[in-house]
T-cell receptor, first 110, second 113 residues
């Protein structure tokens, strides 16, 4: 089946540092999404990417849709303690079938 | 802001029993989804549902699973004969027509003993 691998699996960073994480797949997707999941809650959409090469920002978050359509990255600038959580990429396949990545667990040290 | 709700928040059942997980999607949304997340693992797509029929389903969504929209507001996931490995968080989500953005519910934690 389709798999999305995220790296790193987890990371500890100091408050104020920039964070970078990526997501790769062996399959092509036409839409890439980035979600954040807080403990005990459902995922919340952060950024949606619709075109290869697209670079989109949402506040301190920036994400890019790779030109091969098989990868994406997410950057968080000037991290703050509330950025802690699990970040998932997701590719949309077919008609409304969302494949989630393995997740990157972020911990921010104040 | 409208939100997706799910009941119960936690369900404990014996292996082999049937369970029904309930969701109330956002009222004007027409696409509905179920996902599961085994503790500490990734979110796995189960099924999408539109116009009273399944649009897509994953390999996980076998004959033990079924979905239904019994009335104008509820969307249910039934597991006919639960197995130990069905223990997970089950998330419902909904989206509007033409919208990629899904809104997730808070989840139901299913524990199979």
């Amino acid at each position: 089946g389709q798999q999305l691998n995220q790296s790193p699996q987890s990371m500890f960073i100091q408050e104020g540092e920039d964070v970078s994480m990526n997501c790769t797949s062996s399959s092509i997707f036409n839409t890439w999404l980035w979600y954040k999941q807080d403990p005990g809650e459902g995922p919340v959409l952060l950024i949606a990417l619709y075109k290869a090469g697209e670079l989109t920002s949402n506040g301190r978050l920036t994400a890019q849709f790779g030109i091969t359509r098989k990868d994406s990255f997410l950057n968080i600038s000037a991290s703050i303690p509330s950025d802690v959580g699990i970040y998932f990429c997701a590719g949309v396949s077919g008609t409304y079938k969302y494949i989630f990545g393995t997740g990157t667990r972020l911990k921010v040290l104040a | 802001e409208p939100e997706v709700t799910q009941t119960p928040s936690h369900q404990v059942t014996q292996m082999g029993q049937e369970v029904i997980l309930r969701c109330v999607p956002i009222s004007n949304h027409l696409y509905f989804y179920w996902y599961r997340q085994i503790l500490g693992q990734k979110v796995e797509f189960l099924v999408s549902f539109y116009n009273n029929e399944i649009s897509e389903k994953s390999e996980i969504f076998d004959d033990q699973f079924s979905v239904e929209r019994p009335d104008g507001s509820n969307f249910t996931l039934k597991i006919r004969s639960t197995k130990l490995e069905d223990s997970a968080m089950y998330f419902c989500a909904s989206s509007d027509v033409g919208e990629i953005r899904q809104f997730f519910g808070p989840g139901t934690r299913l524990t199979v003993l």
